[in-house]
């Protein structure tokens, strides 16, 4: 089993570390990296596909409920479970952060073990609801323990016979029963879906809510006929239960919509995430002992957000002789829902920081000793690409300007190969000094525009800045007021701008 990485690039503005991040979680998944920056990126838009990989940006106001969990109104209408004590309106009910929902991904692929993708093929997708998640408990917990799904609408009908796979026959039977019925009446639709559109082989997702799944079977029997004495759930079909979570998981882990209100419909292939349900799924047994599938969290600008206060308990749990799995492993109570919790070991953490925003020095020291740090610095020699195409040496260029400002401020101000990279003429070169590389020197240095001069090589208002005199106002030449300086950026540059200075 690999160890859990618990990583942070760190570096100024402009160094990739975004795009380190891609490169980063696909080792850690793979094991390897394409040397192809195309192939690399497909990787890694395959494992967001699959669910191995999450993006989250930190921010002034994200917060602990935002990361793990926290209150949330919800009500049947959106998706929320309900009891028999609910109201019209809605209820607080604890709701799972962006962590959390990677950390119940990833246990589940700890209990699947190191076994291969469940074979989707072309197997088509069904949602099934079994009683509603909070009230009727017992009618999904029944359906767990007794390899089947059922469906409640159809009334005492047996549609066993072969002609009701035909929605027509379907909805005539019904009509007999309530003349003039509608054609999307629940009793027509739903039962044609269960009896006459599901077959052998088909999966069935079994939703906890709207926006939220609790279990996954696959279709191993006809329709039958079954009364059970429970209102009218008398409709039946096997099914081998590939899936029981103690915790639901996202719709959106494998879907790319929420859920309707419907009890019984196909789901839509264009909106499945193939790949992603067939990695949460148990598929055949590989003779190596193969470690799980692995994840990655990359958190952007981990640096921006009250880390202390974002992670919380998760300090502890991080640490990889803690994580579940591990040597030392512990469960702590969540304060919101009262579950007990735990970070799986075949979870990574990447996250980014800009220095230039804030020091590592600053950040919290309990977090410190739990993150590897590396650092991302400017990178001029890979700027010879964009050299050769504008005819300007940028490298050069380049080294020269963070020379100056490590001279005047830090090495952690610097300026990041990346805002040059992607230019193949001198106009963008002009372009990118002009909307990005001036404008971050006039933050850096407090828009001291004499700094910002001296770092660009133009003291004296030649090359990309125009320095233009000030004479004193009327009434002040007289007590011998000294001339001021204002300074911009030219609309133009001259063809030396870029040369020795």
């Given amino acids: 089993m690999p160890t ?46 699959a669910g191995q990989s999450r993006f989250v940006t930190f921010h002034q106001s994200y917060s602990y409920e935002d990361f793990v969990e926290g209150l949330r109104p919800v009500s049947p209408d959106t998706g929320g479970e309900v009891s028999d004590g609910d109201g019209p309106g809605f209820r607080l ?5 962006v962590f959390r929902e990677i950390c119940a991904r990833a246990e589940q692929a700890r209990k699947r073990g190191g076994s291969a993708p469940f074979d989707m093929g072309e197997r088509r997708v069904f949602k099934m609801s079994l009683g509603r998640a909070g009230v009727e408990d017992e009618v999904y917990e029944g359906a767990l ?36 019925v509608s054609g999307n009446s629940g009793n027509v639709v739903q039962v044609w879906s269960f009896r006459g559109h599901m077959r052998e082989g088909d999966l069935v997702v079994v939703p906890a809510g709207n926006h939220a799944f609790r279990a996954i079977g696959e279709i191993t029997g006809d329709y039958r006929y079954d009364p059970t004495g429970f209102r009218t759930y008398n409709h039946r079909r096997d099914v081998r ?22 009890s019984c419909y196909r789901l839509s292939d264009d909106h499945i995430k193939r790949e992603a349900l067939a990695r949460l799924l148990p598929g055949e047994a590989i003779e190596d002992d193969l470690p799980p599938d692995q994840f990655v969290l990359v ?3 981990i640096n921006r957000a009250n880390v202390s206060k974002v992670l919380g308990e998760l300090i502890t749990l991080l640490e990889p002789d803690k994580r ?3 040597e030392n492993e512990i469960r702590l109570t969540l304060p919101y829902s009262g579950d007990a919790f735990g970070v799986p070991d075949n979870l990574h953490i990447v996250g980014t920081m800009n220095t230039a925003d804030r020091s590592i020095a600053l950040l ?35 080294r020269r300007v ?14 990041g190969h990346a805002y040059l990279m992607a230019c193949h003429t001198r106009a963008e070169v002009d372009e990118a000094m002009r909307l990005k590389v001036i404008p971050l020197l006039q933050e850096y240095f407090f828009e001291d525009w004499g700094k910002v001069a001296l770092v660009l090589g133009d003291p004296t208002g030649q090359r990309f800045l125009e320095r233009i005199k000030l004479k004193p106002p009327p009434g002040l030449d007289d007590d011998g007021a000294e001339p001021r300086v204002s300074w911009r950026v030219r609309d133009s540059f001259p063809l030396d701008a870029y040369g020795a200075a």
């Fill in 4 to 49: 859990p990485t618990n990583l942070i690039l760190y570096g100024p503005p402009g160094t990739g570390k975004t795009y380190a991040t891609a490169a980063e979680a696909v080792r850690l998944c793979d094991g390897e990296v394409p040397e192809k920056r195309s192939e690399l990126m497909a990787r890694y838009a395959k494992l967001r596909e």
């Fill in 93 to 97: 009910a604890p709701v799972k952060g």
């Fill in 145 to 180: 323990a007794g390899g089947y799904v059922v469906l409640g609408w159809g009334g005492e009908v047996d549609w066993s016979d072969p002609v009701y796979k035909d929605y027509e026959a379907v909805k005539a039977r019904w009509n007999e029963i309530e003349p003039g």
């Fill in 241 to 262: 239960w590939l899936l029981k979570l103690d915790e639901p998981l996202g719709v959106d882990e494998i879907y790319a919509k929420p859920f309707t209100q419907q």
């Fill in 299 to 301: 958190v952007d600008e």
């Fill in 324 to 326: 579940l799995g591990g």
């Fill in 364 to 398: 919290d020291t309990a977090l410190r000793r739990r993150f590897v740090f590396r650092e991302l610095m400017p990178r001029p020699e890979l700027l010879a690409a964009a050299s050769a195409a504008t005819g300007i040496d940028l490298g050069e260029f380049l």
């Fill in 402 to 415: 963070n020379e100056r400002i490590e001279y005047l401020v830090d090495r952690e101000r610097q300026i």
